[in-house]
Structures are given as C-alpha cells and as structure tokens.
C-alpha cells in the first residue's frame, strides 16, 4: 500500500498535546493525532461542527459561516439531535440486517455480469461504484438510471483541489436535482427513506422543510456511495497485497465481519480528519485551545496508535482490540455505518469466493491513489481472473 497515514502522524503521536499546523484554507489548526485523545474530544460539547468536516483542506473556504439548514454534518445541539433522531431508525441495526438478502443478490448479478464479460477489467468501475450506488439509490428512491449524472458530480464534489467556480455549479446542480426528488417524493409517498422521512416528520408534528429533506438527500447520497465505493476497491488491493489474510478469509467466511473491522482500522479512507471549531476554552494534554480556534481530529492517525493497536501497520484480519474510530465517535459518528457493515461483509463473503483467481492485471506499482479527495482510495483497480475450465464434449 502506499504510505497511509501519513509518517509525520506518527511524529505527532509521540508529542503530549495537538501539534499546530497552517492549513491549505488559510488558517491555523491543532491536530490531535492520538486515540484516546480523539475519541475525548470528538464526543465535548465545546467543539462545533458548523464548519464542514474537512474544510481545512480547501483553500479559500468559509471555516466560521453558519451551518446549512437541514444539514446533519454541521449542525450542532438540538438541531443536529432532532435531525439524527429523524434518521436513526433508518439506520437502525434491525432495518440494515433486513436488507442483506437485497444487497446479496445485487452482488451476485454484479459478479455474474462481470464474470460474463471476462478479464481484465477495472474492479471500480465494474463493481466497487456499482454496488453501493444500487444500494443507496433504492434505499433513497433515486432511479437508478441517474446514477452516472450523480457520480460525475460527486466526483467534483469530493475533490479537494478542483476549481471553485466548477464545484459552485455542480454543487447548484445537484441540488435542483435533489429538490425536483424530494417534491416528487411529497407530491407521492413509496417505500424509500425520503418519503418515510417525510411522513414521519408530519405525524412527529415537526415536518423536514424542503431544504432540510434536500440536504439530507445530498448528504446520504453522496456520503452512501463514495465511502463504500473505495473501502471495497481498496480493501481488495490490501488482502491481494497481504494474500495469507485473504487466504484466511476465503478458508472462514464466518470471518467476514472481523475482516471488515480490522480493514476499516488499516485502511481509514475519510482522509484529512475532521474539523472541527473550539466554542470555549479546551484543555488538550499539556496545552489548553482557546475559543475560535479549530482542531482536526486526525482518524487516521488514531487507529494506527501502537498504545492501542499492537503492531499497527500490520493487516490482521483476526485481530483482538478496541473498536476503531473510522466512522468518527461522538454525537457525529456515522449514521450509515451499519448499512457500510453489511455492504462490505457480504462483498468479502462473495467476491473472493466466487473469483479465487482474482489478482492484478497491472504491477502494483502502476496503481494510482486518490490523494485529492476526501475519501481515500485507487482511481482503478485493474485486476483479472483464471477462466474456469471447460468440460470437453
């Protein structure tokens, strides 16, 4: 793999306190690299999310404008617990289990379309991307058919060194289209999240407003499918590159969930950490931050702390520790990491089993990461096959 998290977290770990640092959007920052660190402070009061989660890494953003209405990500109190509240059952544990038959079967036809077509082909193209978008579209009520119009945008949208004027557009863009759903989804209620949510939001007494509904939609969309979408690709160029786990894994089935845990640890794809706004005074190990501050809560760096993760940088599908932070902690931890959970377990049950062969069709050193985007990952992922052998007639 290539060098993740960057060496000089592991500097920063070994200094008792956040390590000041000028961010590419123009202001000072305090990282705070540790596990047990960023686990304290992702969860006090006296950090704000208002500004986004990784703004500091785009030159000329707005750290200190207010929260967008409807927007889960920013908001902070009682508007971000009514706005989770709304969601959680969504999310809920019971409901993600239900739709594991669906995801399944989405996988199965993807990997007998891909089988059918027959190496080498780009593993994010035709598989990663596809099968997070299908599940995120139903679950939102998106068609399908819309798929390549929203992941052209997201792509823009998650780029951290894009043009400006290109992202307003595209943001504008994808906007327009998320209202004209969510009228449609008012206008007539189905069996998707939006339309549950509106309903829920009436009978509550406390409706979503249009903006809210549209933000959440945004948000869902894009956050559903580009996280996902890279753990699968670069979860498999990290067991082809450690081939005794993958090895393990293909032997037990039974230890896809521990797969899963262990490659969101080693992997952390939410590059950059989270931003955050100190709102009063903060006492960070041997340093205090002062109101109207920021800090950034390096997650990378947190799960490959060797005070809590024996042997860090080492892949260990059966490792034994404490819970990761790649789906951040406190108020803001992921909504959507039980439906991740399911998506890649029943990936790595699947994919590796019925494609034993698999490997890549490039040298390793060929590969090209995605270092300018929010989410970690490869822009492809060449890989290719065996055929199976045919009976002669």
């Not at 669906?102 to 596809?130: C, H, K, N, W, Y």
């Not at 492809?380 to 096959?385: K, M, R």
Request: with cysteine; glycine share 6%; charged share 25%.
């Amino acid at each position: 793999m290539s060098v993740r998290p960057a060496q000089q977290y592991a500097d920063y770990r070994r200094t008792d306190g956040p390590t000041k640092v000028s961010t590419p959007a123009g202001v000072d920052a305090y990282v705070v690299s540790r596990y047990d660190d960023v686990r304290t402070l992702l969860r006090d009061s006296r950090l704000s999310s208002r500004s986004a989660p990784s703004d500091h890494v785009v030159p000329g953003a707005a750290l200190d404008r207010e929260a967008d209405s409807g927007s889960i990500l920013h908001a902070d109190g009682a508007a971000h617990r009514r706005l989770r509240r709304m969601l959680a059952t969504e999310f809920a544990v019971k409901r993600m289990e239900a739709m594991r038959p669906r995801i399944a079967a989405m996988i199965e036809t993807q990997l007998d379309s891909m089988l059918a077509a027959g190496g080498p082909v780009d593993l994010v193209q035709a598989f990663a991307l596809p099968i997070p978008s299908l599940v995120i579209c139903e679950l939102l009520g998106v068609p399908y058919a819309d798929r390549d119009e929203f992941q052209e945008r997201s792509a823009v949208l998650v780029r951290v060194d894009g043009d400006r004027d290109e992202m307003m557009r595209v943001s504008d863009e994808l906007n327009q289209y998320m209202v004209g759903l969510v009228l449609a989804k008012q206008a007539e209620r189905s069996d998707d999240l939006l339309s549950r949510l509106i309903t829920r939001g009436e009978e509550l007494g406390e409706p979503l407003s249009l903006p809210e509904l549209v933000s959440i939609g945004i948000t869902l969309l894009i956050a559903g499918h580009e996280t996902t979408a890279n753990m699968i690709a670069l979860s498999t160029l990290a067991l082809l590159r450690n081939p005794s786990e993958l090895d393990a894994l293909r032997a037990d089935p039974g230890l896809a969930p521990a797969a899963v845990e262990e490659l969101l640890r080693y992997l952390s794809v939410v590059q950059f950490g989270l931003f955050r706004h100190v709102t009063d005074d903060l006492p960070v190990g041997a340093a205090t931050l002062e109101a109207g501050e920021f800090l950034i809560a390096a997650l990378s760096s947190a799960n490959r702390d060797s005070r809590v993760f024996e042997d860090p940088d080492r892949l260990e599908l059966r490792r034994q520790a404490p819970a990761h932070v790649a789906f951040g902690f406190g108020p803001h931890q992921c909504l959507g990491q039980q439906l991740a959970r399911v998506e890649l377990q029943e990936v790595f049950t699947r994919l590796y089993a019925r494609i034993p062969t698999l490997r890549l069709a490039v040298p390793f050193e060929e590969i090209d990461y995605r270092n300018n985007t929010l989410v970690y990952g490869v822009t492809a992922l060449p890989v290719t096959w065996d055929e199976p052998l045919r009976s002669a007639i």
